[in-house]
T-cell receptor, first 115, second 110 residues
């Protein structure tokens, strides 16, 4: 079975540019999560969706970050304009349940470098 | 702030030895999960223990949960070089929002 698919795997761009990260969750999963991982701050939840609806975006750093889930099989995380401090590994994860009692399945992440 | 705090931060053992990692958390939880992350990869779920359970096994993994002490431990028995990875605990306070600890880096030397 295909797992969570993220693209691109690596992204290098200059500050000020728009960055779009993409995620395809596991088919049938109804929850989707975006995380950011850095050495300094560890793994942080940015936003999560249930049934394509954003439930908690309290982790989104600022207005430069936005996330969408237009359908059950696709989500994007956009940063505009990007800054060097946004450099991190961004993970997407999906799960079946909406009660926190099921494991989350992670993609292999997008390593983002903002120069 | 992070809910779970793993201890130790790093652990280096010989192949065949047991590895024990600990996790402490601050608030009441519904369940606690352990994940593994290999270098350059995403996290992989290992085991979930509910707040009304005290111990759970999965293969070479044994997890305990002490809600009175707000702590959990992960034991990997007969470790292998392939167990080299970072290990994270994650707690669920409400809904399906997970809060991850900082992780323990495990190195198993062959």
């Amino acid at each position: 079975d295909a797992g969570v698919i993220q693209s691109p795997r690596h992204e290098v761009t200059e500050m000020g540019q728009e960055v779009t990260l993409r995620c395809k969750p596991i088919s049938g999963h109804n929850s989707l999560f975006w995380y950011r991982q850095t050495m300094m701050r560890g793994l942080e939840l940015l936003i999560y969706f249930n049934n394509n609806v954003p439930i908690d975006d309290s982790g989104m750093p600022e207005d430069r970050f936005s996330a969408k889930m237009p359908n059950a099989s696709f989500s994007t995380l956009k940063i505009q304009p990007s800054e060097p401090r946004d450099s991190a590994v961004y993970f997407c994860a999906s799960s079946l349940a909406d009660r926190g009692s099921q494991p989350q399945h992670f993609g292999d992440g997008t390593r983002l470098s903002i120069l | 702030s992070q809910q779970g705090e793993e201890d130790p931060q790093a652990l280096s053992i010989q192949e065949g030895e047991n590895a024990t990692m600990n996790c402490s958390y601050k608030t009441s939880i519904n369940n606690l999960q352990w994940y593994r992350q290999n270098s350059g990869r995403g996290l992989v779920h290992l085991i979930l223990i509910r707040s009304n359970e005290r111990e759970k096994h999965s293969g070479r993994l044994r997890v305990t949960l002490d809600t009175s002490k707000k702590s959990s431990s992960l034991l990997i028995t007969a470790s292998r070089a392939a167990d080299t990875a970072s290990y994270f605990c994650a707690t669920t306070e409400y809904g399906n929002k997970l809060v991850f600890g900082a992780g323990t880096i495990l190195r198993v030397k062959s």
